[in-house]
């Protein structure tokens, strides 16, 4: 099974950045998928962070980090980032990256369960 690996994830201070990386085995799960952020703390559901197209060209964001987060992906890498900036304690949570597995083109999900090839996560935590 492909996995997504996670990384850039730290110990920032309140108003802090951190930009986290998503890096694919190959041009199928990054290239041709819709890739989407998903955020974890234990004994709560995953949730919706950020989300683009498989072109780059659009971007969907929760309502909690928008303005403040950035998603962007780098197609010659095959790799997803996420810019985090001016973080807040109530961001701390393990950062998962996935690929939506729905056909190539479709509009954005917000939806952990359209999403597969989690990888194994990155711990950010906010201190205020």
């Known amino acids: 099974q492909v996995h997504t690996v996670e990384s850039g994830g730290g110990l920032v201070q309140a108003g802090g950045s951190l930009r986290l990386s998503c890096s694919a085995s190959?041009?199928?799960?990054?290239?041709?998928?819709?890739m989407g952020w998903f955020r974890q703390n234990p004994g709560k559901e995953r949730e919706f962070v950020a989300a683009?197209?498989?072109?780059?060209?659009?971007?969907d964001y929760a309502d909690s980090v928008k303005g403040r987060f950035t998603i962007s992906r780098n197609h010659s890498e095959y790799t997803v980032y996420l810019q985090m900036n001016n973080l807040k304690p109530e961001d701390t949570a393990v950062y998962y990256c996935?690929?939506?597995?729905?056909?190539?083109?479709?509009?954005?999900?917000?939806?952990?369960?359209?999403?597969?090839?989690w990888g194994q996560g990155t711990q950010v935590t906010v201190s205020s």
């Open positions: 996935g690929a939506d597995f729905r056909r190539v083109g479709t509009n954005l999900s917000r939806y952990p369960a359209e999403y597969g090839y």
């Open positions: 190959g041009p199928t799960f990054s290239s041709y998928h819709n």
């Open positions: 683009i197209s498989w072109s780059g060209g659009s971007t």
